[in-house]
Structure formats: C-alpha cells, structure tokens
T-cell receptor, first 118, second 113 residues
Framework: EPEVTQTPSHQVTQMGQEVILRCVPISNHLYFYWYRQILGQKVEFLVSFYNNEISEKSEIFDDQFSVERPDGSNFTLKIRSTKLEDSAMYFC????????????????FGQGTRLTVV | DAKTTQPPSMDCAEGRAANLPCNHSTISGNEYVYWYRQIHSQGPQYIIHGLKNNETNEMASLIITEDRKSSTLILPHATLRDTAVYYCIVRVKPPSNTGKLIFGQGTTLQVKP
C-alpha cells in the first residue's frame, strides 16, 4: 500500500538554527499539506500546497516557515530560525485530485517528524 | 468549515461494537463528514467519509442522520488496537477548497479487555 514517508523521524536542533523536514508524498497525489502537533495538544493545520504554490496557510505559518517541492517527489518544510515553541510533531499529508479514482480525496498522513528545539 | 462536537472520551469492551457520536448541526450541503483516528501520536489515519448516505468499508461504518446534523462511527468488533483518538471533521472536498482538515479534540476511545 502506498504511503507518505517523512524523514528524519526525530530531529534535535539548537534555537536559532534552520531545519528542513522532508516528505515524500504518495506518487500520484497533487495536494500536499503540513500539520503540526505540540505535545498534548490537537493537530493544527499549517499549509496546503497545490500546483507548485501555497493554496492556503494558517496564522502559525509565518515568515519563518517556507515550503518547497524541489523535484517531482519531495515536499519540504523549512523553519529558518527555530524557536523553543516550534518543538512539536510535524506531519506531512497528501491527497489525490478528485475524480482520478486514486482513493478519492482523503488525506494520507506520514508518521511524522518529532522536532525538538533546545 | 463547520464545527463538530464529540464526547471527550469513551470506553468499549473488546469484541463489542464501538459507537462514536458526532454532532455537526451547522454542516453545509456540500460538506462531507470525515473520520480520522490517531493512535498514540502517530500520523492521523483516514477511516471513512460520507455525504448523506450511510457508508461502510473494511474498517468501519458511518451512519449519517437524515438531516445530516449528526453522525455515528461504528467499529463493529473493537480490538485493543482500536484504542485511539477519533476525530470527526466536516469539510468541502477539493478543489472547492484547499482540502485542509481542521482537527478538534476528538474522542479518546479506550478499548478494554
């Protein structure tokens, strides 16, 4: 069964450092997302990406965050200067275009990257 | 996006059916009801979705009331591995929107032996 793959599974970084979280979405999917979950809290939407551009972003997704799809397979989330409050699980998700018969439009999530900022 | 209301927690005996309710009284005509679950901080897992008809797949059944203001997710024979937080989410399908999911607090289902 196809799956969304995220690397690394755990990243520790010092405050102020840049981090890049990587995701390989399901191959024929066209919608891509990042979510985060601070320990003990709910899953929060960060950004959606379609047709090589951001289609929607939340208030959390400020200028410190950026996303990129540098090639045909990877989808990355960059945090330019990490803060302690960026410590969280970050989930990547992808979904298909409606009508393609590829699992309809439900989003499939990766297993997450646990980011710890010290 | 319409908001949903779920009980914070429920218990279920192993092997019995788990019935998880969800209220979505402000749902719009083009919004679907989706159910996801999250097992111990893993990535959320899609379970099922529907618009107005009842739906069934290999994981669960979804019963939507005729007025669409509430729904029930049914796990027919709960196992210990079904212990998780279950999220009921309503949203319009892309491309009518971006496809984002807004998660609430969900229902923590504890399946007990």
């Amino acid at each position: 069964e196809p799956e969304v793959t995220q690397t690394p599974s755990h990243q520790v970084t010092q405050m102020g450092q840049e981090v890049i979280l990587r995701c390989v979405p399901i191959s024929n999917h066209l919608y891509f997302y990042w979510y985060r979950q601070i320990l003990g809290q709910k899953v929060e939407f960060l950004v959606s990406f379609y047709n090589n551009e951001i289609s929607e972003k939340s208030e959390i997704f400020d200028d410190q965050f950026s996303v990129e799809r540098p090639d045909g397979s990877n989808f990355t989330l960059k945090i330019r200067s990490t803060k302690l409050e960026d410590s969280a699980m970050y989930f990547c998700a992808s979904s298909a275009l409606p009508g393609t018969g590829s699992g309809d439009t439900e989003a499939f999530f990766g297993q997450g990257t646990r980011l710890t900022v010290v | 996006d319409a908001k949903t209301t779920q009980p914070p927690s429920m218990d279920c005996a192993e092997g019995r059916a788990a019935n998880l309710p969800c209220n979505h009284s402000t749902i719009s005509g083009n919004e679907y009801v989706y159910w996801y679950r999250q097992i111990h901080s893993q990535g959320p897992q899609y379970i099922i979705h529907g618009l107005k008809n009842n739906e069934t797949n290999e994981m669960a059944s979804l019963i939507i009331t005729e007025d669409r203001k509430s729904s029930t997710l049914i796990l027919p024979h709960a196992t210990l591995r079904d212990t998780a937080v279950y999220y009921c989410i309503v949203r319009v399908k892309p491309p009518s929107n971006t496809g984002k999911l807004i998660f609430g607090q969900g229902t923590t289902l504890q399946v007990k032996p």
